[in-house]
């Protein structure tokens, strides 16, 4: 099931403080995707709930680094 909420990436080092539109599809079994809408082509990819939010702020940091 896809789930749509707002997150906040922040990250002092790299000047990154941004509130996006945040789409996590998936669940345990088959693993989760997570992209938004403001950054067209910045996804990520995970096995579990746990990871998808840590690869995803490293997406999005790469995307506006």
Not at 12 to 41: C, I, K, N, Q
Not at 48 to 62: G, T
Request: with cysteine; charged share 25%; net charge negative.
């Amino acid at each position: 099931m896809d789930q749509e909420l707002n997150a906040r990436f922040y990250d002092a080092a790299m000047g990154l403080d941004v509130e996006l539109r945040v789409v996590l599809a998936g669940d345990d079994a088959s693993g989760y995707s997570t992209s938004s809408p403001e950054l067209p082509g910045c996804v990520a990819a995970a096995d579990d709930a746990a990871d998808w939010l840590r690869l995803f702020r490293e997406a999005v940091a790469r995307h506006l680094g």
